[in-house]
């Protein structure tokens, strides 16, 4: 706890060192929790009480109280006793997590006991309800993951927008003037939203064994994994929720939607506009088997391969937007990933699937239908390479004593490096060390008159005694 008015702070900084610095203080905060879990139960609660002040604006915030209550997932139709596999509708599961909130922020300490409940306080309820829904294989190899998720708040006011041509009206900083009058409503406003979703992804393997029984390469596999989702949050702004009221705003027929819950300790309604969307994406690994040639055994029998990998990914993903009236397809992304001899590589280009205009603004027709060749593809809008390399020195292993024998009693001692003494200019390599060195290339082109090329290096170089 750490609470006292400005004013007290003024007043009393001659009393020590600590009241100086205290004077010197401009912000102050308090915190205090509470937690309780319910022993042979999903429940769990936490309270906290939070406050903070600005001595030099006098100004102060507090949530009093903030209260949790939560609920771990929890599966209704499970059996206890369980015979045999677990059923379809047994994986369904579902879990809980509501917070109640009442705070003040931004008031004047002087102004503080004035602030009337519930009409200075902001406060309310919100309630999270994350359904999960039991994944199932559709053919056999193509795994479906439905969703919905559920958030409801409940606010202790709301408010009611008119157009009132006759005065001036002002917000509650006394800025913006308007002929918009604002009343504060009273009761309770239950303010919920929701959303689908729907994710399926399957993966795709592909195996190239040589036929030469003397070949190096044991094998190659191709691992491909496709998957695309679906997701969809309705319109919130329509008229039967009730969210937004449609008001004129001036003496010209001008009109505007207002939020009637416009400043909730939760936020704002949810906002207008449908959305609705199908991901699409497609990554490829490719790795083989060969012989390790560091293995010096004879046998064949005792031949060791290792795993060495061509590309670490390679994948490309886009979108098609369900809700637009024109240029539903979002951009390509390409993303590319491999080593070669110990060089990290990194690669990537968005293709616009659009064409531009003679003022280089995309319009609805796509590049593959007006292109040939190469650039049938997409137009590349962006691309980027970079690749980079580290050095390490080797680590050193331990000497023992006389025989090759370690010294018994110095076991549980760290054994420390002599460094020698060097002169100004020279540095000891006998010290661990690393090195390392980076290159980025990047493109950016074809929305702009002129093309424009970025590269940057970075080297870098540590070491530690």
């Given at each position: 706890?750490?609470?006292?008015?400005?004013?007290?702070?003024?007043?009393n900084s001659y009393v020590g060192q600590t009241g100086g610095n205290n004077y010197l203080t401009t912000q102050k905060s308090s915190s205090i929790s509470y937690s309780q879990k319910f022993e042979n139960t999903p429940f769990n609660m936490s309270m906290n009480l939070r406050h903070s002040q600005n001595s030099v604006d006098t100004t102060i915030s507090l949530s009093l109280p903030e209260m949790t209550f939560s609920m771990a997932k929890i599966y209704p139709f499970r059996k206890k006793?369980?015979?045999?596999?677990?059923?379809?509708?047994?994986?369904?599961?579902?879990?809980?997590?509501?917070?109640?909130?009442?705070?003040?922020?931004?008031?004047?300490?002087?102004?503080?006991?004035?602030?009337?409940?519930?009409?200075?306080?902001?406060?309310?309820?919100?309630?999270?309800?994350?359904?999960?829904?039991?994944?199932?294989?559709?053919?056999?190899?193509?795994?479906?993951?439905?969703?919905?998720?559920?958030?409801?708040?409940?606010?202790?006011?709301?408010?009611?927008?008119?157009?009132?041509?006759?005065?001036?009206?002002?917000?509650?900083?006394?800025?913006?003037?308007?002929?918009?009058?604002?009343?504060?409503?009273?009761?309770?406003?239950?303010?919920?939203?929701?959303?689908?979703?729907?994710?399926?992804?399957?993966?795709?393997?592909?195996?190239?064994?040589?036929?030469?029984?003397?070949?190096?390469?044991?094998?190659?596999?191709?691992?491909?994994?496709?998957?695309?989702?679906?997701?969809?949050?309705?319109?919130?702004?329509?008229?039967?929720?009730?969210?937004?009221?449609?008001?004129?705003?001036?003496?010209?027929?001008?009109?505007?939607?207002?939020?009637?819950?416009?400043?909730?300790?939760?936020?704002?309604?949810?906002?207008?506009?449908?959305?609705?969307?199908?991901?699409?994406?497609?990554?490829?690994?490719?790795?083989?088997?060969?012989?390790?040639?560091?293995?010096?055994?004879?046998?064949?029998?005792?031949?060791?391969?290792?795993?060495?990998?061509?590309?670490?990914?390679?994948?490309?993903?886009?979108?098609?937007?369900?809700?637009?009236?024109?240029?539903?397809?979002?951009?390509?992304?390409?993303?590319?990933?491999?080593?070669?001899?110990?060089?990290?590589?990194?690669?990537?280009?968005?293709?616009?699937?659009?064409?531009?205009?003679?003022?280089?603004?995309?319009?609805?027709?796509?590049?593959?239908?007006?292109?040939?060749?190469?650039?049938?593809?997409?137009?590349?809008?962006?691309?980027?390479?970079?690749?980079?390399?580290?050095?390490?020195?080797?680590?050193?292993?331990?000497?023992?004593?006389?025989?090759?024998?370690?010294?018994?009693?110095?076991?549980?001692?760290?054994?420390?490096?002599?460094?020698?003494?060097?002169?100004?200019?020279?540095?000891?390599?006998?010290?661990?060390?690393?090195?390392?060195?980076?290159?980025?290339?990047?493109?950016?082109?074809?929305?702009?008159?002129?093309?424009?090329?970025?590269?940057?290096?970075?080297?870098?170089?540590?070491?530690?005694?």
């Amino acid at each position: 706890m750490n609470l006292s008015s400005s004013g007290y702070d003024k007043q009393n900084s001659y009393v020590g060192q600590t009241g100086g610095n205290n004077y010197l203080t401009t912000q102050k905060s308090s915190s205090i929790s509470y937690s309780q879990k319910f022993e042979n139960t999903p429940f769990n609660m936490s309270m906290n009480l939070r406050h903070s002040q600005n001595s030099v604006d006098t100004t102060i915030s507090l949530s009093l109280p903030e209260m949790t209550f939560s609920m771990a997932k929890i599966y209704p139709f499970r059996k206890k006793n369980r015979t045999g596999p677990v059923k379809f509708y047994e994986k369904f599961g579902i879990n809980y997590t509501g917070n109640l909130r009442n705070s003040i922020s931004n008031v004047k300490e002087y102004d503080l006991m004035k602030q009337k409940f519930p009409d200075d306080w902001k406060n309310g309820i919100q309630h999270n309800i994350p359904l999960a829904f039991p994944g199932f294989n559709l053919a056999k190899y193509v795994n479906v993951s439905p969703s919905i998720g559920y958030n409801e708040k409940w606010y202790f006011q709301k408010y009611n927008y008119t157009y009132d041509p006759e005065n001036i009206h002002y917000d509650e900083n006394g800025r913006n003037p308007s002929n918009i009058h604002k009343d504060t409503i009273n009761g309770l406003s239950r303010v919920y939203d929701y959303n689908y979703s729907l994710s399926a992804s399957t993966n795709i393997y592909g195996m190239f064994m040589p036929r030469n029984p003397n070949s190096k390469i044991k094998g190659i596999r191709h691992k491909i994994t496709p998957s695309a989702s679906f997701s969809y949050r309705p319109d919130f702004g329509k008229e039967r929720f009730g969210y937004y009221q449609h008001v004129q705003t001036d003496s010209l027929g001008n009109y505007a939607y207002f939020d009637v819950n416009a400043g909730g300790v939760y936020g704002n309604s949810p906002g207008r506009g449908a959305s609705g969307s199908i991901n699409m994406s497609i990554s490829n690994n490719l790795e083989m088997k060969v012989l390790d040639t560091k293995d010096t055994t004879d046998t064949k029998a005792a031949e060791k391969f290792k795993k060495v990998k061509i590309i670490d990914n390679l994948s490309m993903s886009s979108s098609y937007d369900l809700i637009r009236d024109s240029m539903n397809l979002a951009p390509i992304s390409i993303r590319a990933r491999t080593t070669v001899a110990g060089v990290s590589i990194n690669m990537g280009t968005i293709l616009d699937p659009y064409m531009l205009n003679d003022n280089y603004q995309r319009y609805n027709e796509f590049v593959w239908n007006n292109k040939r060749g190469i650039s049938r593809i997409g137009r590349v809008s962006n691309a980027n390479l970079s690749f980079g390399m580290n050095f390490n020195s080797k680590k050193k292993e331990s000497k023992g004593g006389p025989g090759g024998q370690a010294n018994v009693e110095d076991e549980d001692e760290e054994v420390k490096p002599v460094v020698p003494e060097l002169g100004s200019g020279y540095v000891n390599f006998n010290i661990p060390w690393t090195f390392g060195f980076d290159y980025s290339f990047s493109y950016n082109g074809s929305d702009k008159k002129r093309t424009q090329w970025q590269d940057f290096a970075n080297t870098w170089f540590t070491w530690k005694p």
